[in-house]
């Protein structure tokens, strides 16, 4: 079955960076859409980043464009969210998603998060 799990979240001061990390198992991986979706204290979930393998484009929501870079190693099955210049309102749960239909925006399969925090 398809897991997949995150890594690299804690706690940063505003103007800082992380590295988020996300070990794929289970799927044909050049197969899937990856992506990046966050959920704020007391908000919906939102997308964050996306990556697809064909092209190798990515994608981002608009407040983090300039800050944040996806990006991912096919042979390791692992995707990436580095994160700089982090703002307090970045912190959240970050989850790691996959998709299998070519969506980016609305993914099939969710890991189980990482938890940033960023202090003002």
């Known amino acids: 079955q398809v897991q997949l799990v995150e890594s690299g979240g804690g706690l940063v001061q505003a103007g800082g960076s992380l590295r988020l990390s996300c070990a794929a198992s289970?799927?044909?991986?050049?197969?899937?859409?990856m992506g990046w979706f966050r959920q704020a204290p007391g908000k919906d979930s939102e997308f964050v980043a996306a990556i697809t393998w064909r092209g190798g484009k990515t994608y981002y929501t608009d407040s983090v464009k300039g800050r944040f870079i996806i990006s991912g190693d096919l042979a390791k099955m692992q995707v990436y969210l580095q994160m700089n210049s982090l703002k307090p309102e970045d912190t959240a749960v970050y989850y790691c998603?996959?998709?299998?239909?070519?969506?980016?925006?609305?993914?099939?399969?969710w890991g189980k998060g990482t938890r940033v925090t960023v202090s003002s």
């Open positions: 289970g799927l044909a991986f050049s197969g899937y859409n």
């Open positions: 998603a996959a998709d299998p239909r070519g969506r980016l925006y609305v993914m099939e399969y």
